[in-house]
């Protein structure tokens, strides 16, 4: 794949055209038959969640940290499988394996000291390439982490607004 000729184009575009470059995602989240599941839309697809096991939940699906941890593992995947094209790195494997704690008696409200939400996240990248230099993963490495936008926004949170709508 010529990653350079798909995103020449854009590039172009977005340079050109600043305003053509801000875009704005969108997810949904529905209402199921039962309060410790729900469905997650997010216009091209459809996922269904459900409350831990730890919190109360059946432990067969994905939980919100589960996703939360996913979308992180799969942003940190195609941005380092992009960058490493991009800059011709030879790689053989790249794999991302994503980890977060969290102590779940601040989520049920138990233990008041305790934070609701992950205290640590830690990712390892899986990068076999033999034939790269140090250099290169040093560079590989400093360019994921830098585009990376799931992770970029987890190190430096958006300002985030809440709003209820009135229901009646």
Known sequence: MDLR???????????ND?????ITLRAKGGQT?????????????VYSAEAHKGVGGAGAGAC????LLGALAACAQITCQMVATAMGVPTEKIEIIVEGDLDLRGTLGIAKDVPVGFEDIRLKFNVVAPG?????????????EQYCVVMQTLMKPPKLQSEWADAG
């Open 64 to 67: 919100s940290g589960d996703l």
């Open 5 to 15: 000729s798909l995103q020449k184009p854009l590039k172009e575009q977005y340079r």
């Open 33 to 45: 038959d039962v309060p410790i599941s729900c469905s997650v839309d997010i216009g091209r697809a």
């Open 18 to 22: 600043p305003n053509a470059s801000r």
């Open 132 to 144: 790269a230099t140090p250099e290169q993963i040093k560079s590989l490495q400093e360019k994921t």
